[in-house]
């Protein structure tokens, strides 16, 4: 028998689409079902001015397949030198919808991030007065803090302390993967939300080391253990609406992660929705789905539900995909959650 499930069309709150020939390649692969999506600044170099965001947002508008109707939401990375009037004039003319921290260091082309706080209070003032929200990538980079502990420290050292210094601050806890995170939004009813990937709620971390290494689970922050896992899961499908996606997809070639020093990230783009749609009917909350992928983010950042509409079917045979994704920049190996998923998006939706 075919279940269908009918939801306005999703927005992906945190996505990498590169530049050049890997933007050609997987933007299409987000296009086909979200209507919006965040796009992280982390290109080499970085996206720190209005200027750079627009010809960015132009550059995306021209890798996306005549026939999807695709805004994407472009986001500046915020440095020790970036100047607030730049940030406002971008966001006044429409260019920008947020802004993204990323600690010195914390990631994939972070070497520009912030490494001291108060060199950017500034800017942090001028968004909260101007209701900018800074997406935050919720990471210490200290290397004397374990990685596993990474989020929970960033949170008490350096998120409590930036939302106490700047109140009115709209934040996204980017890609939370600790119950400490979940616990910390729940706590904070003031303009704080998080969002969740994909693939944080398929895997924990044995999926990435016990058995042999497995570099395309890995990403960062990177899986935590299981109890986490759970806590991402009850949290996106408990229908509280400070939780919403944000896939962090974020494509890399093979051979840049099948390496002796890989990098991190998965490729979820392709197939996320499909996930999505098995984990919620898992915990029993496919209803709870269209608020987590479709109303819980634009009701966050102030903007309208998508008018169009996606429909999701489960059949009896399992949704197929490709396994990797061919770019003129390599292959990208899209995300396997390891399980048969029987939800595809219809076609002609
Ligand atoms: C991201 C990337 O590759 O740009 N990688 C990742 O593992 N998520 C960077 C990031 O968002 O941390
Ligand atoms: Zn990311």
Known sequence: MTRHLTLPRPDDWHLHLRDGAMLAA???????????AIIMPNL????????????????ILAACPPGHDFTPLMTLY??????????????????ITAVKLYPAGATTNSASGVTDFDRVRGVLDAMAEAGIPLCVHGEVTDSEVDIFDREAVFIERVLDPIRRATPGLR?????VTTRDGVDYVRANDDGLAATITVHHLVINRNHILAGGIRPHYYCLPVAKRET???????????????????????????DAKESACGCAGCFTATN?????AHVFEEENALDRLEGFVSRHGPAFYRLPVNEGTITLEKGDTAAGWPDRIDTD?????????????????????
């Open 171 to 175: 934040v996204v806890l980017e890609h």
């Open 228 to 254: 986490h896992r759970l806590a991402l899961r009850e949290a996106a499908s408990s229908g509280d609406s400070r939780f919403f996606l944000g896939t962090d997809s974020a494509p890399h070639a093979d």
């Open 44 to 59: 080499v170099p970085p996206v720190v001015t209005g200027a750079q965001a627009a010809a960015y947002r132009d550059r």
């Open 329 to 349: 920049a390599g292959p990208v190996t899209v995300f396997d959650p390891g399980f048969d998923v029987f939800w595809r998006v219809a076609e002609g939706a």
């Open 26 to 36: 997987v933007c299409p692969e987000t296009t086909r079902d979200f209507a919006r």
């Open 272 to 276: 996320a929705m499909s996930i999505l």
């Open 78 to 95: 915020l440095t020790e030198e970036t100047d607030p009037a730049d940030v406002l004039r971008a966001h006044a003319e429409g260019i």
